[in-house]
């Protein structure tokens, strides 16, 4: 079993004797990130709920019985260290592929490789794959047999869901590990274990308040290698002063950094959801911050207003008929005005819809109306409300017995609407709430 520390960061490019390579001196002076790399289990914060002593996937490392894996997890939660972690404690020969630039030449060479080693030195063959999301179906399809016969073990990272990005067959075949965002507190022991390592780190030269390390922590986002390199910017820009970096220091130094948010991946839909769902409780705080969120990163406005139009229909309804006119309105605002004005009329959007009474009915009664109509076929609409325009439709009977309902009182007839089978259905059913409650009363009198 392999247990020296080069093992931990030269896996792809080592020689079948272990010997390491050109790349071990390329690390050992490498930005602070890659140099600060977990080497043990102590060192690797933030995970002990998946690698806790006695934990399956420690067991499975420790023991050398390492199945196919997928490390699922955003950016920086360690699914790449986890990863040379395996290589420095199994004895199976690894080889790493970027999906980025890998092709089905590249999985056949490294199967071919792998069916050699096992066949004349009985040595397992691991395949790192980053980026596995990136694979389209062909490359995922050449590894499937040979994950499956077992040339070799695959451990694929990404950060997308692989449930969406990864064929069925090949996950099948696979663990689903998933790492989340480091909390504040793992971030910080990451930070001062790099400002205190005196081989790997910054070995004292940069001193950082506590209050500094607490909003760097918070800042950034559970990301380990996002602290490390600000952590780094800081070291080059700030001198080796004896006075340690406030808050106030090291955000001039810095200066503003991007939020993460990806608008194709899963967060663009986290976020998108928690927008909507916050609304939809009438919290109008959360809704305001998750709008900052999507403009802060970036999002199409006009997307976020065609949301909030769905909402004002779907979710506030005739509780509040004025609600569709203030998100239509909105987008059109936003449309006209631009950003970052638009955000006005967007946040106007947000605290009305989120304070407006609530009601799904409309969306229920069509969802019902869509599934009868589905289920019954077109059902023939009565003769009474049959369209008479010609002397021989009025002669068959079309219109015949038709009832005017500015004729009656209150402008409504008691005569039958629906096709014959569907008598006293029901699918808008109003609410007691907002303006749907008069609406129901009135439909309670007919």
Not at 64 to 70: A, E, F, H, K, T
Not at 81 to 110: N, Q, W, Y
Not at 352 to 373: C, D, M, R, T
Request: glycine share 8%; proline share 6%; hydrophobic share 40%.
């Amino acid at each position: 079993m392999a247990s020296s520390n080069e093992d931990l960061f030269s896996f792809a490019q080592r020689s079948e004797s272990g010997a390491p390579t050109e790349s071990d001196a390329a690390v050992a002076t490498g930005p602070l990130a890659h140099r600060m790399r977990p080497e043990t289990w102590d060192e690797f914060m933030g995970h002990d709920r998946i690698l806790a002593p006695g934990s399956a996937l420690r067991t499975w490392i420790e023991t050398d019985r390492v199945p196919s894996l997928i490390l699922w997890g955003p950016p920086g939660c360690g699914k790449t260290t986890l990863a040379r972690m395996i290589a420095g404690k199994t004895s199976s020969h690894f080889v790493t592929l970027s999906a980025v630039h890998a092709g089905v030449k590249d999985i056949k060479e490294a199967v071919e490789s792998a069916r050699v080693r096992r066949r004349q030195f009985n040595r397992k063959t691991i395949l790192f794959v980053d980026e596995i999301h990136r694979f389209n179906k062909s490359q995922q399809d050449a590894l499937l047999p040979h994950v499956e016969d077992g040339t070799l073990t695959l451990v694929g990272a990404t950060t997308e869901n692989p449930s969406f990005e990864l064929n069925r067959a090949l996950l099948s075949r696979a663990r689903v590990v998933r790492l989340e965002p480091l909390d504040p507190e793992a971030v910080r022991g990451v930070i001062e274990h790099a400002l205190s390592d005196p081989l790997r780190g910054l070995g004292g030269i940069l001193k950082l308040a506590p209050e500094t390390l607490d909003w760097l922590a918070r800042t950034s986002e559970g990301d380990a290698r996002r602290a490390l390199t600000s952590l780094e910017s800081l070291a080059l820009y700030s001198g080796t002063g004896a006075e340690p970096l406030t808050v106030e220091q090291a955000q001039a130094l810095l200066q503003r950094q991007p939020i993460p948010y990806d608008k194709n991946g899963e967060e663009h839909y986290n976020v998108i959801s928690a927008f909507i769902k916050s609304i939809r409780d009438s919290d109008a705080s959360a809704g305001l911050y998750y709008l900052a969120r999507m403009i802060e990163a970036g999002e199409d406005p006009i997307f976020i207003a065609r949301r909030l139009v769905v909402l004002a229909s779907e979710d506030v309804g005739n509780a509040d008929p004025r609600a569709l006119q203030v998100a239509v309105a909105a987008m059109q605002a936003v449309d006209l005005i631009g950003m970052p004005e638009g955000r006005i009329p967007l946040a106007q959007a947000v605290t009305y819809l989120a304070s407006a009474p609530k009601s799904n009915a409309s969306y229920v009664g069509i969802g019902e109306a869509l599934e009868e109509v589905r289920k019954s076929g077109a059902l023939p609409v009565p003769m009474h409300l049959r369209n008479a325009v010609t002397s021989l439709m009025k002669g068959q009977g079309y219109g015949q017995g038709y009832a005017y309902a500015h004729d009656k009182p209150e402008a409504a007839s008691k005569q039958r609407h629906l096709p014959d089978g569907l008598e006293g259905r029901k699918f808008y059913r109003p609410k007691d709430s907002g303006l749907e409650r008069q609406i129901r009363e009135r439909d309670a009198k007919k």
